[in-house]
């Protein structure tokens, strides 16, 4: 992850802060584009805070610009200086349902703390919603996997973690499990009642290819909504058949 250059003053708004990172990386908005893959007329818009910064589009400015997701939510003014190892005053709280949600068609997640730079753990809370392997891999194409470890409590239903090499394990409300995250793994629901947990994973080095996973399912839900919406408008709009 690059340095970015101090920038005096606290920002406000993720906006003003994207606007700003670029511009101390020497990037145009075309540039930072074909980084991030966001149209140039879009990161304008992000930047004027005329478009809502969703969690995809502002997991995809952090990875273009190479800074942690949580400098652009103006919580912090990014610095060129390191961060000390030992960080022995932290802390961050959120009420209830605070957090970044990212919907999939398997998993509805909540992101935690993810204002405070330099986590060890990436902790959610997820409502699990797929009830077969089938489903499963025909959002994900197969098993998650990711360098780490991996931790999880069950707060409510009944779930089966599923792994590509034991049988499923059937989990209930109080269970938990700590497993190496680089076995293929999936969570799916196994009650007709709500199924939630909370997990953290501890990766092995960069935490963005976990998040992408279900970043890049989030986007392709959100398109597929998106067309769906277009489809059945067309069919409103459509004069009726001359009889």
């Known amino acids: 992850m690059k340095t970015i250059e101090p920038i005096a003053g606290k920002l406000n708004n993720p906006g003003a802060t994207i606007r700003a990172l670029r511009r101390s990386a020497d990037l145009t908005l075309a540039e930072l584009s074909a980084k991030t893959g966001l149209a140039a007329s879009t990161l304008s818009k992000l930047e004027a805070g005329r478009v809502s910064p969703s969690f995809d589009k502002l997991a995809a400015v952090s990875r273009g610009l ?27 709280m959120l009420r209830a349902g605070e957090g970044k949600r990212v919907e999939t068609h398997c998993y509805s997640q909540i992101y935690l703390a993810t204002e405070l730079l330099h986590k060890k753990m990436t902790p959610m809370v997820v409502e699990v919603r797929a009830r077969t392997m089938d489903e499963f891999r025909a959002e994900f194409g197969d098993f998650i996997r990711h360098p780490g470890e991996e931790f999880v409590y069950i707060i409510e239903g009944e779930v089966d973690f599923c792994t590509d090499l034991y049988e499923p394990m059937r989990l209930q409300a109080g269970d938990t499990l700590y497993f190496d995250s680089e076995m293929g793994h999936a969570y799916l629901k196994a009650s007709d009642a709500p199924c939630r947990i909370v997990a953290a994973a501890v990766p092995r080095g960069n935490v963005e290819p976990m998040m992408e996973t279900f970043v890049s399912a989030s986007r392709r839900r959100a398109a597929a909504a998106e067309g769906e919406h277009r489809q059945n408008g067309a069919r409103q709009q459509r004069p009726p058949r001359a009889k």
């Open 66 to 92: 190479g800074v942690d997701m949580a400098e652009l939510l103006g919580t912090s003014v990014p610095s060129a200086t390191p961060v000390p190892s030992n960080h022995g005053a932290r802390r961050v």
